[in-house]
């Protein structure tokens, strides 16, 4: 064995101590998705109005997951923030930035609840929703938006949690959280004789609000007991919160695109018609929850790179990201293979109206074969993230957002492709940010190993 190759071996980030954080980051990521996932599954099987029901848990969803994906993204911030400074050994810079962090999101969070909640009809008209799923749409959201405070300050402390290069925290209070959604979906949304009335949608919302309360609690527990950060908030501004919500204000903007992109897909196939919208419910939500099982990695590669970049070991920093782009590739492939083989049946888990089923089944394909380059694209976002490169995400994200998916969604709504013009568009952005991606890291880091 060569001298080089033994010393690139001594200079990579071990299998087990990827595993270590990504193991614990895809359990804690598929949580969120799982009780937007559970909520369809068992809403789409009521007895009363199913398919109103499930266009509108699929369209409140969507907006749910796009509000929080921008809001949260002072959870990355965070996390490359503290990631850094771990790697520095100067942890003790940002013991006042952390809970001002906090503070921020709790006051953004009740903003957006406030503004969102009055705005609600007007919101989901326009993404093309009318009559009972547009009351739906409304009920369902104004519920389940008072978890809002709930989920951002948890997802602050997640951050908080892996950039001190810890996972495990956020994937029990994530599970717990799960585990309590599901339980409580079924009781409420379908009743117990006597015992408990079935409240049809509102349960869904009842059991989610249940189930982020719960996570809330654990992961409080967790920031008190077992890092070396407070709950006392400074008066005196940290000199360093100025960059977090300068890299926080990038990333939102560069989440809005990501979510425009969703709005647009979700108001077309509304259009198409109530058997279309609620099949790219389906589509969508199983979409989201691939991409936060194959962002494990992703959310890996986010803590240690920052922590690399803080020590300034570029060398390792370069063998983290192939090995760990390995990973998710062999992630991407797993659910694709497992995904073949049960492809009529995980429709069935939704719905049993035949035609959305049909509809589905058509298309389900197509977002299982970008899956390999959704799992490139993620991971990337993830170490760049933990360098702290947000204003590039943020220019990728709107280049691919305005002009590959947006055109892309036109042409193929002209030709009459309908969903499946939907989720073309859709591959033309994973392309375009996992290039971008690509050719930016390749082009800084490559002479690290040279």
């Not at 501004?237 to 989440?255: A, E, H, V």
């Not at 799992?375 to 993830?382: E, K, N």
Request: charged share 10%.
């Amino acid at each position: 064995m060569s001298g080089t190759h033994i010393k690139d071996i001594k200079n990579k980030v071990s299998f087990r101590s990827i595993n270590k954080l990504a193991i614990p980051a895809i359990i804690a990521g598929i949580a969120e998705p799982l009780i937007s996932l559970t909520d369809i599954a068992i809403i789409g099987n009521v007895d009363e109005n199913p398919v109103e029901a499930l266009a509108a848990a699929g369209i409140v969803g969507s907006f749910l997951s796009a509000i929080i994906w921008i809001v949260a993204q002072t959870k990355t911030a965070i996390s490359a923030m503290v990631s850094q400074h771990l790697g520095a050994n100067r942890l003790h810079a940002i013991r006042t930035l952390v809970p001002q962090a906090i503070v921020f999101n709790i006051l953004l969070s009740l903003l957006i609840y406030v503004s969102t909640s009055v705005f609600a009809e007007i919101i989901f008209g326009a993404y093309n929703a009318e009559g009972l799923m547009l009351q739906y749409s409304v009920e369902y959201y104004r519920i389940r938006a008072v978890g809002y405070p709930l989920t951002l300050v948890t997802f602050a402390l997640f951050g908080v949690f892996r950039g001190l290069q810890n996972t495990l925290w956020a994937m029990k209070a994530s599970l717990a959280g799960a585990v309590v959604n599901v339980v409580f979906d079924y009781i409420l949304v379908y009743g117990i004789a006597g015992v408990v009335p079935a409240y049809h949608l509102k349960g869904a919302a009842y059991a989610s609000l249940l189930a982020q309360l719960v996570m809330l609690c654990m992961a409080l527990y967790f920031y008190f007991s077992k890092t070396p950060f407070s709950w006392k908030v400074s008066l005196h501004i940290n000199p360093r919160l100025r960059g977090l919500l300068t890299m926080s204000f990038n990333l939102f903007i560069r989440t809005a695109a990501l979510n425009f992109a969703i709005y647009l897909a979700n108001a077309y196939a509304t259009d198409y018609g109530r058997n279309y919208i609620a099949a790219q419910s389906m589509l969508m939500n199983i979409w989201l929850f691939f991409s936060f099982f194959i962002d494990g990695y992703a959310n890996a590669g986010n803590a240690i790179s920052g922590k690399l970049l803080g020590a300034r070991d570029y060398h390792r920093l370069w063998y983290l990201s192939v090995d760990i782009c390995k990973y998710a590739i062999g992630i991407a492939v797993i659910l694709m293979v497992v995904c073949g083989v049960f492809y009529d049946a995980i429709g069935l888990l939704f719905s049993k109206d035949p035609m959305v089923l049909a509809t589905f089944a058509a298309v389900f394909w197509m977002v299982l074969l970008m899956q390999p380059v959704n799992a490139v694209a993620f991971m990337f976002d993830g170490i760049f993230k933990g360098l702290g490169e947000a204003a590039y995400l943020r220019n990728v994200l709107i280049a691919a957002t305005f002009l590959g998916f947006t055109p892309t969604l036109f042409i193929t709504d002209y030709w009459g492709l309908k969903l499946h013009g939907v989720w073309i568009a859709f591959m033309v952005w994973m392309l375009i940010r996992a290039g971008a991606l690509i050719i930016k890291f390749r082009r800084k880091y490559l002479n690290a190993v040279d």
